[in-house]
């Protein structure tokens, strides 16, 4: 192939581009829940999405890029012409970083997967033909981005009512989260490893079967639950602390679960988000060197990934830790038991999501994760009206990352041939 | 790039904390009526206006309060409970303020003596009414641990509980109001019959205090039931 160099560099150039930009404005969304309940200190919060994010790209962000890199579009097509593919992915992941940016800086609530999807899809309805289109694929990727604000909404209210039902609401709420509190501490760990195991860890090549997965997973859930109850049992009823709130030491053992959560949460949204960036650069890569052996394809996502999940991290020391700041600032009276409740839901459906190859957007996730608990009288007040702008926002961003996508190709194209 | 989290946006300002900042002001503000009275009733007019003065102020910070928590709610605001009965309830804490204020400057205002003879039971109406508002107070201060608790189990006993007990002071006052009218029917003959009319109506807004109270417990019984 021509150019097949500028292709690569190019390629890890917007690809490293459009990590860094989730990693400047995304990470802090995603992580909004776990900052603005103030169980977690900035620097602590930045150091567990450095950490999470990473390992949740490299780890289970296997799935989702492969669909971005060739699920969307029916490679078949264009098998004769694979750099209108090349041309075609280049000109999608520079429109999504560039939208991605502009819209962040105006403070628009916009979603990365919608953005690359819509300018994947434009560019391959403009550039190759409507039939290139893996129709039945986009119509269970639209489904998912409907569905999984839902999902994450039941399994938030149904968290929140099992909070309020074993801990809040009775007579001993401080003794009560003690001895319920590690128990979701092993949720979390259990359902993210679970999944992770089953799914996300097959481009390393590690074959475990499902029983393995299963008490490999368990392990890991009730290490993490005898950890948290470790340090919850450090946690001395401060009458002081309950005279004005009497909750005030209850949502002290809540703080603990909610560093797990927020782990959680770094690790899904790592594992889904960073294959907006990583896909079409797995693509290019995998169309330039197609020549190559079938068998590179593990190690190439290998190096990809890290890619991403570094791209992500300096995004977020450069620029995210300062959108985290203003969140930790931000007055809300949304305390652990609300934030853990909601982002542990929207951390479960979002590792599902990525297990399953599904690129959902994070943030509506956890918006809609955000309701359920609301919807269980959890949260004393929720601004619906900026709810709504949210979830219309996608309709505007998938034309816009769609034509901005067409405008990059045929430019692209012009300067090439 | 903008340095904020539209994530963040959803959570709107809690009105729960400033409604308990207004009924603590409310508290403050009708409990003066009980020096008030003591000054009216021993003729010092002087320490009455000053303590008038005092009511006003507290009147008119409490009005601030609620001007702040009605500008943030918004329509398009979601909350456990009714956004219409918070307002509600609002309205009649502010009420109880209201009524304070206009007791002490239609007393001051025309320098009202109370008959010696009925002066103590006045005294001791009065702070059975105060009662009342403080014991409102108390229970509105459990609005943070409600929303906490989400409106549900032993949090909400509680409440209710307090509420029950806000209904017998209500009672209370009730029957010393009945006493104090019997009173002073039985003295009116003797005395200047504007000074008596303007007496009963005294009664009747001291009375209304307690009355306020028991409406913003009902009120507060109607976001817990839903």
């Known amino acids: 192939m021509e150019f097949a160099t500028t292709y690569l560099v190019l390629a890890c150039v917007f690809g490293l581009f459009m990590a860094w930009g989730i990693g400047a404005n ?27 994010e990473f390992l949740g790209a490299f780890l289970a962000g296997g799935e989702v ?136 860890l097959k481009h390393f090549g590690l074959g475990f079967t499902t029983l393995q997965s299963y008490l490999l997973a368990l392990g890991i859930g009730v290490t993490l639950a005898l950890v948290g109850k470790i340090y919850i049992s450090r946690i001395h009823l401060d009458p002081a602390l309950d005279e004005q709130f009497h909750f005030a030491n209850v949502e002290r053992v809540f703080g603990v679960l909610m560093i797990f959560t927020a ?12 294959a907006n960036a ?27 990934l890290l890619l991403g999940g570094g791209g992500i991290v300096i995004g977020l020391l450069m620029y995210g830790t300062r959108v985290m700041t203003t969140v930790g600032s931000n007055i809300t009276e949304l305390t652990p038991s609300r934030g853990f409740a909601a982002t542990l839901a929207a951390a479960a ?62 430019l692209f194209k012009a300067f090439i041939t | 790039m903008a340095a904020r989290s539209y994530v963040m946006k959803i959570f709107g300002r809690a009105p729960v904390r400033r409604i308990q900042q207004h009924m603590d002001k409310v508290v403050l503000c009708v409990a003066e009526l009980e020096p008030f009275l003591k000054a009216a009733v021993e003729g010092d007019w002087d320490r009455a206006r000053e303590i008038q003065g005092s009511i006003g102020t ?10 702040d928590i009605r500008l943030h709610l918004p329509k398009g605001v979601f909350m456990p409970v009714s956004r219409v009965d918070l307002l509600e309830m609002l309205r009649l804490q502010d009420m109880v303020a209201n009524k304070a204020k206009d007791i002490a400057g239609l007393m001051l205002g025309r320098e009202m003596d109370v008959p010696a003879s009925i002066s103590n039971d006045m005294i001791e109406y009065a702070r059975r009414a105060i009662e009342a508002a403080r014991q409102a107070c108390t229970a509105i201060n459990e609005l943070d641990e409600l929303f906490e608790s989400g409106f549900r189990g032993a949090e909400v006993e509680l409440v209710g509980s307090m509420i029950k007990r806000l209904d017998e002071i209500e009672k209370q006052n009730d029957q010393q109001q009945i006493k104090l009218r019997a009173n002073l029917f039985e003295i009116e003959d003797d005395l200047n019959p504007v000074k008596v009319v303007f007496l009963y109506r005294i009664i009747d807004w001291v009375g209304d205090i307690a009355d306020l109270a028991q409406r913003v417990g009902s009120r507060l019984e109607y976001l817990l039931a839903r």
């Open chain 1, 263 to 274: 782990c959680a949460m770094a690790f899904a949204h790592g594992s889904n988000d960073v």
């Open chain 1, 349 to 410: 459906t979002v590792v599902l999501a990525s297990g399953t190859g599904l690129p959902i957007s994070t943030t509506h996730t956890l918006v809609g994760a955000v309701l359920g608990v609301g919807m269980a009288r959890g949260i004393s007040a929720l601004n619906l009206s900026v709810v709504s702008n949210i979830f219309m926002s996608w309709v505007i961003t998938l034309p816009a990352g769609a034509i901005l996508a067409i405008v990059f190709f045929y």
């Open chain 1, 65 to 200: 890029t492969a669909t971005i890199r060739k699920g969307i579009i029916d490679v078949a097509v264009v098998s004769d012409k694979p750099e209108l593919l090349v041309i075609g992915m280049l000109a999608s992941l520079l429109a999504a970083a560039l939208w991605l940016l502009a819209a962040s800086s105006r403070g628009w609530p916009v979603s990365t997967t919608h953005t690359i999807v819509g300018a994947i899809v434009g560019f391959a309805i403009a550039g190759i033909g409507f039939g290139a289109v893996e129709w039945g694929r986009i119509g269970a990727i639209v489904s998912s981005w409907v569905v999984s604000p839902l999902l994450a909404g039941t399994i938030g209210f149904v968290l929140f009512v099992s909070v309020q039902r074993l801990i809040l609401g009775t007579a001993e709420p401080f003794r009560n989260a003690k001895r319920y509190v590690p128990f979701y501490i092993f949720l979390v760990g259990f359902f993210v490893s679970l999944v992770t195991l089953l799914k996300g």
């Open chain 2, 58 to 67: 507290l009147e008119n910070e409490a009005d601030e309060i609620k001007r």
């Open chain 1, 26 to 52: 995304d990470v802090a969304n995603a992580m909004a829940t776990s900052v603005g309940s103030r169980a977690l200190t900035i620097r602590q919060a930045v150091l567990i999405a450095a950490v999470f």
């Open chain 1, 278 to 304: 990583v896909g079409p650069v797995a693509a290019v890569i995998s169309l330039v060197t197609s020549g190559g052996a079938v068998g590179r394809e593990a190690a190439l996502s290998f190096w990809i």
